[in-house]
């Protein structure tokens, strides 16, 4: 295991997180827009996930100049998350990664399938 070896700070913006906790306003914009969202367990969840990947996560991808962010994961044992579909299926979440944007080092958590892959 690695951890994050770089001076981060949580990305201020609030809509980042509501995008990935249950019933909130923007679930419910993405649900309509795409058609499915990927979603944290609870606030809680979203925390510890976030704090183990600080910790110990793994780089991801690889050095990409086109992506603004840096990329660090965990596979967890049990869920984590789920991803929701509009007609009200889940489909359980074990990934979560953190988005670092190279130039600021503002982070936010994401529940995930598996690592992003790079082309």
Known sequence: MSKI????IPD???SLIDRHLPNTAQIQRLLQREG????????ETLE???QAIIAGGERTGVDDEDDN???????FPEAIG????????????????IKIIK????Y?????TSPRRTS
């Open 5 to 8: 070896d770089r001076d981060i």
């Open 12 to 14: 201020p913006r609030s």
């Open 36 to 43: 499915r969202a990927h979603v944290f367990n609870n606030r």
């Open 48 to 50: 510890h996930i976030t």
């Open 69 to 75: 962010y840096e990329r660090y994961g965990l596979y």
């Open 82 to 97: 789920y991803i929701i579909r509009v007609d009200g299926s889940q489909i359980p979440l074990y990934y979560g990664e």
């Open 103 to 106: 130039t600021t080092g503002e």
């Open 108 to 112: 936010h958590a994401i529940p995930r």
